[in-house]
C-alpha cells in the first residue's frame, strides 16, 4: 500500500463470518494429506452443489448474511456450480466498483466470503489465483477483497496446502504490493505453521516506534497503519500461545515492549529450542 493511502476499513460482520473460526481449530483436519484437491474436500462431508442467487451482489447487507450463513454452514464442504464460480471470480477483480447502496461493502467482499465459506478446493484455488495476481487497487478499499481473500484461507481444510503459496506473498522477493493483504497473507501462513513470516510481522509491529527505525523494511509506511500492525499482533500471540496485550493505539514504549515480548517468546534461542 502506498504512504498516501490510508487504512481500509474493518469490515464489520461480514469479515467476522470468515476470520473468527477458533485458530487452533484446524489441528484435526491437518492430520492427513491427501493426494488429489477433491480427496482433500472430503475432510468435511460434501454439501449438494450450490448456484448463486441472482440477487447475490443487490441484497441488503442483512439479508446477504442471514442468506450466507443459511447457505454455507461451516460443517460441510460445499462445492460451487462452474458458472458460479466464474462469475465469482470476475467479482473479486471488481475491487473499484462501490457496493449496492454505497457503503463499505464492495462487492469483491462478497465474493471472497462466499468462496472462502464455501470450503471447497475449487474455491480456494480462486482465492488464491486472485491473490498472487498482487493487485494494488486505487482507493482505501480497494483491498478489502483481498483481505478476506487471505484471511478465508485459514479457515479451508488442511491450511497448509493453501497458505505454502501465501508465503511468498507475504515474504521473500515478490510480496504483496498491499500492506494490509500482505499482513493477512502472513497471518494465514503462520496459522498454519509457516513461521518464515514472523519477522515480518515483527517489524509491522515495530513500524513507528524507535526500535523500528533499525528495521530494513522491503514495504512502505502509510501514516495510518493501525489495522495491520493490530493484524500482526493477533497472529504473533495466537502463535505464541499468548493472549493479545498489544494495543495499536498505545503508546510507543508499550508497543515496543510488546514487540520485544512477542519477539522474545518467538525468536529467542529458548523458544526456538521449544518448537
Known sequence: MSPSRPLPPRHGSLLLLVVAA????????????????EALSLVLPRAPELVLPPDWRTLPLGAFEDWLLAALPETVATPLHKASLRELARALEEVSTPAPGGGQDPLAVRAALILGRSLHPASAAILIRRLERRALGPERWSDAGDCVAAAALARFPNPQRYAQRLVPLAVGTRPHPDLEVRVECAATALHAGYAAVVPFLLQVLRIDTHAGRNDRRDFAVSPTTAWARGRAAEALSAHAGVPVTYRFDGSIAHREEEAARLEALLLSPAAAATR
Open 22 to 37: 477458533p485458530l487452533v481449530a484446524h489441528a484435526a483436519a491437518c492430520r492427513s494429506r491427501p493426494a488429489d484437491e
